[in-house]
């Protein structure tokens, strides 16, 4: 099988997590207390991923003043996605602290969609780029992409349910992000081959980046929502599980 294929796939997989989460939560009522629970776990595997796989490697392969521009550009890049969606009545994951109406919910499940596209893309050219020179898939990444997009599958059906969207609109949003997840794990092997190690570790460090910032800005408050005080111990034992992952990778 061609590496770009192969490359291809993970992305897919990765991104087929977030069809998995729409699944569950299309079919069966899940606690919002769940899911609250799952994004604190998923945002500490993503800290973790970000630290040890996206922004070490990007550093050791490329310098710290690459990648030290890359992170800072993901995060802007991701901030002003964000305030964009604001700006258009999409609250970007965010929920507020009394109970939302019918049209926050609505706008509540399509800025998650957005915002999956937003996370997933750089994700997966990241997994793409992993396998070039010969070396095997970022198993701590690939987890981390799929345990934080299995609670964003999750949150966004409510939202999309509320606002009276079918089973094709709901599948066809996640199916298409699974698609371009794909997509560009393949076309970050195929481009990115022979590529100079500055900028390999300037896109790297570019999904660090937005991957931190969506944690900071999104996961963590959303989580904080409901987990409560049980927060900090789930994202703690995400951390820790994707950093025994890695070590022993």
């Known amino acids: 099988m061609p590496q770009w294929m192969e490359a291809g796939l993970w992305g897919l997989a990765g991104g087929g997590a977030l069809v998995a989460g729409a699944l569950v939560a299309w079919f069966l009522r899940v606690p919002r207390d769940v899911v609250a629970v799952v994004m604190a776990f ?21 310098g710290l003043l690459a990648t030290s521009a890359g992170f800072l550009g993901g995060a802007v890049i991701y901030v002003l996605a964000n ?11 965010k929920r507020s602290r009394n109970q939302p109406s019918e049209a926050d919910q ?3 499940g399509t800025a998650i969609a957005v915002g999956a596209l937003l996370d997933g893309v750089p994700e997966s050219v990241v997994l793409g780029v992993s396998l070039l020179g010969g070396g095997g898939i970022g198993v701590t ?58 900028l390999i570790a ?13 944690i900071a800005d999104t996961m963590i408050p959303e989580a904080y929502e409901r987990a409560r005080l049980y927060t900090g111990l789930c994202t703690t034992a995400g951390f820790l599980t994707a950093f025994v992952v890695e070590r022993l990778g």
């Open 83 to 93: 305030v964009l969606l604001s700006r258009h009545g999409a609250r970007h994951r």
């Open 141 to 198: 990444m690939l987890a981390a992409v799929v345990i934080s997009n299995v609670p964003e599958g999750l949150s966004s059906v409510a939202g999309m349910k509320q606002a009276g969207r079918g089973a094709r609109y709901v599948f066809g949003v996640w199916g298409a992000i699974a698609v371009a997840s794909g997509i560009s794990a393949a076309l970050g092997n195929l481009l990115l081959d022979g590529a100079s190690p500055q």
């Open 202 to 214: 300037v896109i790297t460090a570019v999904a660090a980046g937005a991957i931190l910032a969506m």
């Open 106 to 108: 609505a706008g509540s």
């Open 42 to 62: 998923g945002a500490g595997v993503l800290t973790a991923a970000a630290a040890f796989e996206l922004m070490d490697e990007a550093e050791k392969n490329g």
